[in-house]
């Protein structure tokens, strides 16, 4: 099975600050990773598909980067909505695995 | 616009048994691949299962191999998941989500806003 993790689990930061999230992978898994926006009691969001991929309609402040075992998501000026836990998430090898979160919020 | 609206979580006792549902709207249903993600109180995002768009081939978190089935009937545009011998470690929100294209593994793009199960004597 692959393992996720994620560093740090949580941060606070100024508005206007470069936020950066790192996820790593227990086996190469490629570009096959996403990176998902959870605001509390809201559903996850998908920001960035296949390691740096923007989404549709998401920010530009937003970006990811990364293969094989060691990724990046970077916020590139912290706003106040940005507020929320964001999720890294593999699909490589027939099965789908979330890393277990970095919580987001404003110093 | 895409709508996935999720129901049938209740509280149930530990050994028993639920369906969920998930009714898709905004897009064609069988173009394709389903899953079933969920997240206990307070924790993180547990992949729990997909489908793909013809129902033909089926994957499973080993958490719930054995105990979960996840089907679809794409004339109704609906999603479902059998949960049988329910413990109280699948108290959770169960949030149903669309894959992104055409295929079995990949990004999911839209999520509903879940159904609570909850497994308590």
């Known amino acids: 099975d692959i393992q996720m993790t994620q560093s740090p689990s949580s941060l606070s930061a100024s508005v206007g600050d470069r936020v950066t999230i790192t996820c790593q992978a227990s086996?190469?898994?490629?570009?096959?990773l996403n990176w998902y926006q959870q605001k509390p009691g809201k559903a996850p969001k998908l920001l960035i598909y296949d390691a740096s991929n923007l989404e549709t309609g998401v920010p530009s402040r937003f970006s990811g980067s990364g293969s094989g075992t060691d990724f990046t998501f970077t916020i590139s000026s912290l706003q106040p909505e940005d507020i929320a836990t964001y999720y890294c998430?593999?699909?490589?090898?027939?099965?789908?695995?979330f890393g277990p979160g970095t919580k987001v919020d404003i110093k | 616009e895409v709508q996935l609206v999720e129901s049938g979580g209740v509280v149930v006792q530990p050994g028993g048994s639920l369906r969920l549902s998930c009714a898709a709207s905004g897009f064609t249903f069988d173009d394709y691949a389903m899953h079933w993600v969920r997240q206990a109180p307070g924790k993180g995002l547990e992949w729990v299962s997909l489908i793909s768009w013809d129902g033909g081939s089926t994957y499973y978190a080993d958490s719930v191999k054995g105990r979960f089935t996840i089907s679809r009937d794409n004339s109704k545009n609906s999603l479902y998941l059998q949960m049988n011998s329910l413990r109280a470690e699948d108290t959770a929100l169960y949030y149903c989500?669309?894959?992104?294209?055409?295929?079995?593994?990949?990004?999911?793009?839209?999520w509903g806003q879940g159904t609570l199960v909850t497994v308590s004597s």
């Open positions: 086996q190469d898994i490629s570009n096959y």
């Open positions: 989500a669309k894959g992104a294209w055409f295929g079995e593994f990949n990004p999911l793009d839209y």
């Open positions: 998430q593999q699909y490589d090898n027939l099965e789908v695995t």
